[in-house]
């Protein structure tokens, strides 16, 4: 069974960049993928981007594109998401979950989830 723990969310203001990661640890297999979405107050929780476990391919949402990044260090078993030019309206817990169906944005077909890092956009 694979845990998810995700950090680096903080307070800061419209126009800054954060970086935030997604250690994994436990029973991890090379097909799965892991995504990170995000959930603000009274909203769904949305699909953000996405990572094949060994890294290299990569897929976004929309609503982020151009703004944010999603990487790997293998050596760590960690995963980032950084992102830049931040908006008010980005403000937000962001979470990490692993899925077997890389390409997916589809919550329902993720699992293992963090807890949920949260970030807040000053504007």
């Known amino acids: 069974q694979v845990q998810l723990v995700e950090s680096g969310g903080r307070l800061v203001q419209a126009g800054a960049s954060l970086r935030l990661s997604c250690a994994a640890s436990g029973r991890t297999f090379s097909t799965y993928a892991v995504g990170w979405f995000r959930q603000a107050p009274g909203k769904e929780r949305d699909f953000v981007a996405g990572i094949r476990w060994s890294g290299g391919s990569t897929y976004y949402a929309d609503s982020m594109k151009g703004r944010v990044t999603i990487s790997r260090d293998s050596a760590k078993d960690t995963f980032y998401l950084q992102m830049n030019s931040l908006k008010p309206e980005d403000t937000a817990v962001y979470y990490c979950?692993?899925?077997?169906?890389?390409?997916?944005?589809?919550?329902?077909?993720?699992?293992?989830w963090g807890q949920g890092t949260q970030v807040t956009v000053s504007s």
């Open positions: 979950a692993v899925t077997g169906y890389y390409g997916t944005t589809d919550m329902r077909r993720f699992g293992a």
